[in-house]
Antibody, heavy 118, light 109 residues
Framework: EVQLVESGGGVVQPGGSLRLSCVAS????????MSWVRQSPGKGLEWVAN????????YYADSVKGRFTISRDNAKNSLYLQMNSLRPEDTAVYYC???????????WGQGTLVTVSS | QSVLTQPPSVSAAPGQNITISCSGS????????VSWYQQLPGTAPKLLIY???KRPSGIPDRFSGSRSGTSATLAITGLQPGDEGDYFC??????????FGGGTKLTVL
């Protein structure tokens, strides 16, 4: 059974940093692109970033470019999102999702809530 | 404001059929496959349709997808109370980003 479990969310002040983690199980993690997708309270889905199988390619939404860094450790079946210079508009539930193709997210974690507030 | 445009809401009685539209452009829907996601209250999104028309294992054939030009449509037949929730379309864009619609809230009356 495919499972994605996120952690690392919490409350942080504007300008602060946070690192999210996602541990994968039930599939060959190194065989898939992976993404982070976020959802602000009561709002729609917003793709944040994705990363290639071996970490050699990464893409980011304009809204987070230069502030967030996606990475992975295939030996630990883990995906990460380092978030710096956080803003109130970054407040959202952050989901880890598997990307079998650029147009498709076939498995999602339960999400971790990030709140940016003073 | 989302790149893909969906109606904010749709409603119908149990047993009826509905469609949800998703409008984009030549740089996204016109160039890439479309996926649809169901998000029931308090849960994570779930893949319903991929590659415009395909259903993952376990998704009933009451759910179907189509694409024409720069628009896509999700159809649900025989509505059930358990279908109530939010539905999102998504695809890739030539700007090298994944894009989603703003979501459509389905109410089963």
């Amino acid at each position: 059974e495919v499972q994605l479990v996120e952690s690392g969310g919490g409350v942080v002040q504007p300008g602060g940093s946070l690192r999210l983690s996602c541990v994968a199980s039930g599939f060959t993690f190194s065989g898939y692109w992976m993404s982070w997708v976020r959802q602000s309270p009561g709002k729609g889905l917003e793709w944040v970033a994705n990363i290639k199988l071996d970490g050699s390619e990464k893409y980011y939404a304009d809204s987070v470019k230069g502030r967030f860094t996606i990475s992975r450790d295939n030996a630990k079946n883990s995906l990460y999102l380092q978030m710096n210079s956080l803003r109130p508009e970054d407040t959202a539930v952050y989901y880890c999702a598997r990307n079998p193709a650029e147009t498709e997210f076939d498995y999602w974690g339960q999400g971790t809530l990030v709140t940016v507030s003073s | 404001q989302s790149v893909l445009t969906q109606p904010p809401s749709v409603s119908a009685a149990p047993g009826q059929n509905i469609t949800i539209s998703c409008s984009g452009s030549s740089s996204n829907i016109g160039s890439y496959y479309v996926s649809w996601y169901q998000q029931l209250p308090g849960t994570a999104p779930k893949l319903l349709i991929y590659d415009n028309i395909k259903r993952p294992s376990g998704i009933p054939d009451r759910f179907s997808g189509s694409r024409s030009g720069t628009s896509a449509t999700l159809a649900i037949t025989g509505l059930q109370p358990g279908d109530e929730g939010d539905y999102f379309c998504g695809t890739w864009d030539t700007s090298l980003s994944a894009v989603f619609g703003g979501g459509t809230k389905l109410t089963v009356l």
